[in-house]
């Protein structure tokens, strides 16, 4: 049911975004899915579904990807100050329960 169901669905959310805009959705949303489909992979025994989360981290098209940042105006980091050590999160703004998902969520 985890490789055959939810599996697939966490993958094609986080490579078709529903068909929507790649930038729709926020950071949190991609966080959550490739947190999903590495625990599945942990689960099932499955390193490419592993590894598909951790391709996404680094090299996926939408908000969750790591080195998006102030310069695209999108992405998990949306401000950097002090030479890229410190940032803000793309959900600050908005309330301690969104926001709180962005650096959690990356761990």
């Given at each position: 049911?985890?490789?055959?169901?939810?599996?697939?669905?966490?993958?094609?959310?986080?490579?078709?975004?529903?068909?929507?805009?790649?930038?729709?959705?926020?950071?949190n949303w991609d966080l959550v899915e490739m947190a999903d489909e590495m625990a599945?992979?942990?689960?099932?025994?499955?390193?490419?579904?592993?590894?598909?989360?951790?391709?996404?981290?680094?090299?996926?098209?939408?908000?969750?990807?790591?080195?998006?940042?102030?310069?695209?105006?999108?992405?998990?980091?949306?401000?950097?100050?002090?030479?890229?050590?410190?940032?803000?999160?793309?959900?600050?703004?908005?309330?301690?329960?969104?926001?709180?998902?962005d650096i959690p969520w990356k761990e």
């Amino acid at each position: 049911m985890m490789a055959n169901i939810f599996y697939p669905m966490s993958h094609n959310f986080l490579w078709y975004h529903q068909g929507a805009c790649i930038s729709y959705q926020w950071a949190n949303w991609d966080l959550v899915e490739m947190a999903d489909e590495m625990a599945i992979g942990v689960v099932c025994d499955n390193r490419t579904f592993y590894n598909d989360a951790i391709n996404y981290f680094y090299h996926g098209a939408g908000n969750g990807r790591i080195d998006w940042n102030a310069a695209t105006l999108t992405g998990t980091v949306v401000a950097e100050f002090n030479s890229n050590t410190l940032g803000e999160g793309q959900e600050e703004g908005r309330d301690q329960g969104h926001s709180g998902f962005d650096i959690p969520w990356k761990e």
